[in-house]
């Protein structure tokens, strides 16, 4: 993993040391809230529905065992206890005092972690597959590229007032665990023809009220062009995009209205401008950033334990069978561990939760913990012989539930528990659909099949990439959930269509239920998944189950 | 023709804790919003909202919010200010530890 050298050391501390100047200026008056506000957004301080929020960052996902560790603490410490992983691969604290938040903010620094950037109009964290340097299908590790994107684009001076937020994310798998097509600027590790390695880059996707799926700007780009290349892109958009409508100011709408041939050939002509100013200093020192990632040693060891734990236990045979990945060395698993156990809120973990996969990522991990999209925990390098204790000590912690990619691993945003823009809630739908599916234990038998809410239009929850989307919405006073189907995370990204009218709260979950039961009827076996019975059948059986009023009155 | 004035309290949240808040008729804040002040009459609510935005040293935010009256004080009529006035419904925390809390929202 990349340690902060005394640059990064020294940034981070004067940062906190200028922040916590300006939080007493706040609190002593000489500062008003319209003053403060862009400050603390700039330091990942959000004021909610309850209390402050404080987001931390989490490169590219990547903790090790000792920055878990102080996570827990500071929850501990100056939260209630726990802590909420994002969809962007962050932490969110949810109820800290402002007062304490440099306090905070110091604890973070002592273990190498920040909040900035992780708010405001800038570039935001960068975000990479969670399975990097573990997945068999890998080209190249995206990790050193994700963090030379980040050492670049922390405190840009040019790029710390844009139009609008700006996401990156980077994968180095063909099967795209990162969402790259949903991102304002995506990056994939390609191989050209040659054998060369280089990038792909991908413009102009987004979520929220418009979706957009991010179309291709460069098919080939060479490992030593990048930096160069996405400050023209992220330049192009600085210039262009619009600063006069807050939902018109990504660069999802400034590729639409312009263009992507338009964008195209003004990248090229900045591109051409700022190349010659990359001397190369960057790929020295992508160089050594590379070295800092470097594979663990992995090691070889018998696997009779595992089987025998497998052919003993059943549970444990179906959590191995359900939340481990192939990994790309022998005898080795990637293990995601659920953060998700039914009727508990998707992405919290407890402080005491966090020390425990600190202390077996120690132990058994190789020091290497990652925080997925997915809102889970996922050790990469874990030799399968050392599973039945992994999953022990998961298991007396509430974190060995087998539903990885099943109905109940659902992505929730925030929703109106917490955050100031929700229109609704999301978390105790998810908490509902997770409780009422284990109760029917039907979980396994329904199979992949993502579900995704989110709680207002922003779409922090991806639910427009939901096999089966949620969108909760405030209809005259009153909570309503849109069910939008067909949507996909994966390599293509699919934009989910919606299904009809919206359900009222106390309805949601049944009209799920009918969905899922109509798929389980119509698949053709046991193979066939939601998403493929649905792209082989069209929404139409699956609108009938979700509105049979209405189909009762067409028959009629 | 305009329409009629809905009763509204003036809330924001605490400029330290973060937590919500709601002025009392003495013009003091309260964590409580059946302690909090139900104006009726749209001229008072609107000075009470001026001189909430001129004290930025305790109140983050202030707006009216619809309420009505209730067995104890105010109750929220929409949602948002149910949850504002209670806390998260996934877990016990905020408002809701407080024994007053839940009564005050009992009728939403």
């Not at chain 1, 023209?232 to 660069?251: E, F, M, P, Q």
Request: aromatic fraction near 8%.
């Amino acid at each position: 993993m990349y340690d902060y050298n005394n640059f990064d050391e020294s940034f981070v501390r004067n940062r906190v040391a200028q922040f916590r100047e300006q939080v007493g200026r706040r609190i002593s008056g000489a500062l008003t809230e319209d003053e403060f506000k862009p400050l603390r957004l700039m330091n990942g301080v959000y004021l909610q529905l309850h209390a402050y929020m404080l987001r931390v960052a989490i490169p590219y996902g990547s903790l090790n065992p000792n920055q878990m560790r102080q996570l827990a603490m500071i929850g501990e410490r100056w939260d209630k206890g726990y802590g909420h992983w994002t969809t962007r691969q962050n932490i969110q604290y949810n109820w800290p005092r402002l007062s304490d938040i440099p306090d905070m903010l110091d604890a973070l620094a002592d273990v190498g972690m920040h909040a900035i950037q992780t708010s405001g109009n800038t570039i935001r964290n960068v975000t990479a597959d969670h399975f990097a340097g573990a997945a068999a299908d890998e080209v190249e590790d995206p990790r050193p590229t994700a963090e030379l994107l980040r050492q670049w684009s922390t405190d840009h001076p040019e790029f710390q007032f844009l139009p609008r937020k700006f996401k990156l994310a980077v994968t180095g798998s063909k099967a795209d665990r990162a969402v790259t097509k949903a991102h304002d600027i995506g990056i994939r590790i390609v191989k050209n023809a040659a054998g060369e390695i280089g990038y792909q880059i991908l413009v102009g996707g987004g979520l929220g009220r418009t979706p957009v799926v991010g179309q291709v700007l460069k098919d080939f780009l060479p490992r030593e062009d990048l930096l160069p290349y996405v400050e023209a892109v992220v330049s192009v958009y600085n210039t262009l995009g619009r600063r006069d409508n807050k939902y018109k100011a990504r660069i999802k709408i400034t590729t639409m209205e312009n263009g992507i041939e338009a964008i195209h050939d003004l990248v090229e002509a900045r591109f051409a401008q700022l190349r010659p100013l990359f001397s190369g200093v960057d790929q020295e020192h992508f160089a050594n950033i590379a070295a800092d990632f470097k594979a663990p040693e992995f090691k070889t060891a018998s696997l009779d334990g595992y089987h025998a734990a497998r052919d003993a236990d059943p549970i444990f045979r179906s959590w191995s069978d359900t939340n481990v990945d192939d990994h790309r060395a022998d005898g080795y698993g990637i293990v995601t561990i659920s953060m998700k156990a039914h009727g508990a809120t998707p992405g919290d973990a407890s402080a005491d939760q966090m020390r425990v996969l600190a202390d077996l990522a120690e132990e058994f991990g190789h020091g290497d913990i990652r925080i997925s999209h997915e809102q889970n925990v996922i050790f990469p390098h874990v030799h399968r012989s050392d599973l039945p204790a992994i999953f022990a000590a998961l298991r007396a912690h509430g974190m060995a539930t087998a539903n990885a990619g099943l109905i109940s691993d659902i992505i929730a945003c925030p929703g109106m528990d917490y955050c100031a823009l929700a229109t609704a809630r999301s978390i105790p739908v998810a908490q509902e659909i997770a409780e009422r599916f284990d109760a029917l234990k039907i979980e396994h038998d329904i199979g992949h099949l993502q579900i995704k809410i989110s709680g207002c239009i922003n779409a922090c929850g991806h639910h427009h990439l939901g096999h089966i989307g949620i969108l909760g919405l405030d209809r005259a006073g009153v909570e309503n959930y849109q069910i939008t189907l067909g949507g996909d995370a994966g390599p293509d990204t699919v934009i989910g269509k919606r299904a009809g009218p919206g359900f009222a709260y106390d309805q949601i979950v049944p009209a799920i239920e009918r969905l899922v039961h109509a798929y389980l009827e119509l698949r053709e076996d046991e193979g066939e998944t939601f998403i493929d019975a649905y792209r082989r059948l069209g929404e139409a059986p699956f609108k009938a189950a979700l509105y049979p009023e209405e189909d009762k009155t067409n028959a009629a | 023709m305009p329409r009629p004035f809905s009763p509204k309290v003036v809330t924001a949240n605490d400029l330290i804790e973060g937590d919500v808040i709601y002025m009392a008729r003495n013009g003091s804040w309260v964590r409580d919003m059946c302690m909090a002040w139900l104006i009726e009459d749209e001229a008072e609510a609107n000075t009470q909202l001026a001189r909430a935005t001129d004290e930025p040293g305790i109140a983050v935010g202030p707006y009216l919010a619809d309420a009505a009256a209730g067995p104890t004080g105010p109750i929220p009529t929409h949602f948002r200010e149910a949850f504002r006035a209670t806390g998260p419904s996934n877990r016990f925390h905020g408002k809701q530890t407080q024994q007053s809390a839940p009564e005050a929202v009992a009728n939403v």
